[in-house]
Every structure is written in structure tokens, then in C-alpha cells.
């Protein structure tokens, strides 16, 4: 049972226009979510997080809201860059344990 | 300071052979884990080790093990490799603090099983 889910494997958006990326979980006890980017042949790194006291976390062009009574959270990428094209992951924390959704590969066209 | 390492970058093994997977983490941090890239699959936790001990572990069968050293430096062993066992293997590092995770990966070890 998949505990962090992002339902959209793809999503493709114009460059200057907003990208929208969606993920849900199931656990109520998660106090902690992460979005990770990865590019081919390299590890994720670390894209911005958001504890679950909050419900928005901006930087620079990347927002993060959370929405607990939905479980569910999204990042803004705002204007998209074709420099942002990559695999983004979601991912949820309690205590020592990290959940990572499966990922949506984000193309931004030029 | 310098990132996650991870040796070999790149591997090929035969179905029944044996590999081991070798990663430094970022000096300090003594939390390191262990994911299974596949395509379609996302990120699958296979363990995690923090100072010598395993603390979490996910749902790999018992061919897939690990450990981890004084030094915080981590190996993960397949034994008995099957053709399905080709993945990307990526280890990250963190401090271990609960409740707030994060984790500095490597760039992988890709593994092919023929």
C-alpha cells in the first residue's frame, strides 16, 4: 500500500507558465514532506520542505502548499524553466522514516 | 564539504552472482539509506543504517542486506542477483534527527543483471 502517491507520471507545461505538481498521502502522522528533483544519471537533491505546522513555504520560484485536512500537497514551480525539466519527488517524514512517492517526470517546453 | 560517493558507478553480474555496493556518506552524518530505482517504480526504501545499526527497513526479500561501519561508510549486498535486480541503487545520507529527514543522496550505482 503505497503511502505517499503522485498520481500524475508526466506532465509537460510551456516555459513562463506555472507548473503544478500534486502529491497525496495516507498517513496522518507524517510532520514533514520534502520535494526532491532528480536528472538522469544524478541522485535527487533536495528541492524545498515544509513542516506540517505550516501551509505554505516559498522559495524563489518554487512554492510548496499543504493542505492537512486533504492530505495532500502540491509545488508551484512559477515561471517554469526548460532548466527545471527532471523527475520531482515527493516525499513524507515521521520520526526517522521517509516515504518517496513514485515520482512525475515534469518536461517544460521551450 | 564533499557530497555522497558511491562505488562502483557502474556494474554488470550474472543471474546467481553476488555484488556488493559500497557508500561514503557526507562527513558528520551518521544516518545513511539505501533506495531501488526502476523505472515506473520510484524510489523503493531498502534499508537504513544509523550508527552501525539497522533502524528501519522496507519490504526486500532477505537477499538484499547491509551494513555499516564506525565511519559511517555503508555497504548493501544482493546475493543470489536475479534479472530483476537491475536498478539503479542510490544510498543517502542525513543526520538521522527524527522528524526532520534531509537526506543527501549519491549519484547511484547502476546495476545490470544479464
Known amino acids: 500500500d503505497q503511502q505517499v502517491k503522485q498520481n500524475s507520471p508526466s506532465l509537460s507545461v510551456q516555459e513562463g507558465r506555472i507548473s503544478i505538481l500534486n502529491c497525496d498521502y495516507t498517513?496522518?502522522?507524517?510532520?514533514?514532506f520534502l520535494w526532491y528533483k532528480k536528472y538522469p544519471a544524478e541522485g535527487p537533491t533536495f528541492l524545498i520542505s515544509?513542516?506540517?505546522?505550516?501551509d505554505k513555504n516559498e522559495d524563489g520560484r518554487f512554492t510548496v502548499f499543504l493542505n492537512k485536512s486533504a492530505k495532500h500537497l502540491s509545488l508551484h514551480i512559477v515561471p517554469s524553466q526548460p532548466g527545471d525539466s527532471a523527475v520531482y519527488f515527493c516525499?513524507?517524514?515521521?520520526?526517522?522514516?521517509?516515504?518517496f512517492g513514485p515520482g512525475t517526470s515534469l518536461s517544460v517546453i521551450p | 564539504k564533499a557530497g555522497v560517493t558511491q562505488t562502483p558507478r557502474y556494474l554488470i553480474k550474472t543471474r546467481g552472482q553476488q555484488v556488493t555496493l559500497s557508500c561514503s556518506p557526507i562527513?558528520?552524518?551518521?544516518?545513511v539509506s539505501w533506495y531501488q530505482q526502476t523505472p515506473g517504480q520510484g524510489l523503493q526504501f531498502l534499508f537504513e543504517?544509523?550508527?552501525?545499526?539497522?533502524?528501519n527497513k522496507g519490504n526486500f526479500p532477505g537477499r538484499f542486506s547491509g551494513r555499516q561501519f564506525s565511519n559511517s561508510r555503508s555497504e548493501m549486498n544482493v546475493s543470489t542477483l536475479e534479472l530483476g535486480d537491475s536498478a539503479l541503487y542510490l544510498c543517502?545520507?542525513?543526520?538521522?534527527?527524527?522528524?526532520?529527514?534531509?537526506?543527501?543522496f549519491g549519484p547511484g550505482t547502476r546495476l545490470t543483471v544479464l
Open positions: 516525499a513524507a517524514s515521521v520520526y526517522d522514516k521517509v516515504i
Open positions: 543517502a545520507s542525513s543526520t538521522g534527527q527524527p522528524s526532520y529527514n534531509e537526506q543527501f
Open positions: 543504517y544509523f550508527s552501525e545499526t539497522q533502524r
Open positions: 562527513s558528520g552524518h551518521r544516518s
Open positions: 515544509i513542516s506540517s505546522i505550516k
Open positions: 498517513n496522518s502522522m507524517f510532520d514533514y
